[in-house]
């Protein structure tokens, strides 16, 4: 039987409404909290309030870029890992999101299945992660 981690909180961040609302309801049985926006001062703002622990953003929004907004998250040392969105997946957006760890780049356009598995997949390894590193402390604290 396979292990799902507890519920976690997700941050959609899509200038299109209409997609980022297909994408909050095809993920949304996923997570506790699901919070939505569609601009970047806004997004910064839901990111510091919820620290979410997974984000999906495009990456091209109204202020900003979704990559800074997963980079602004790892600077804080949040345990956050991120699905970027683009229509244009470029080598350094790519070695962007290989160097900030925990960012999975989709081309666009997608299919919500697909991003369901995948988003699936994220927080399945990421919630094993976190077991893992609390059995780590709780043996070292045991010593």
């Not at 919500?112 to 780590?136: D, F, P």
């Amino acid at each position: 039987m396979q292990h799902m981690p507890q519920k976690m909180n997700l941050l959609v961040v899509e200038d299109d409404r209409d997609l980022g609302e297909m994408i909050v309801d095809s993920l949304k049985d996923l997570f506790q909290r699901v919070e939505f926006t569609t601009n970047f001062e806004k997004a910064l703002e839901i990111l510091i309030a919820l620290q979410p622990d997974v984000i999906v953003t495009d990456q091209n929004i109204e202020g900003g870029f979704g990559i800074a907004l997963v980079a602004h998250a790892k600077e804080k040392n949040m345990n956050t890992v991120a699905i970027v969105q683009t229509g244009n997946p470029s080598l350094e957006l790519q070695t962007e999101a290989a160097r900030l760890g925990g960012v999975e780049i989709i081309e666009k356009p997608f299919d919500a299945q697909l991003l369901h598995l995948r988003v699936s997949q994220l927080i399945m390894v990421e919630g094993m992660r976190r077991e893992m590193e609390h059995s780590s402390n709780n043996m070292i604290r045991g010593f």
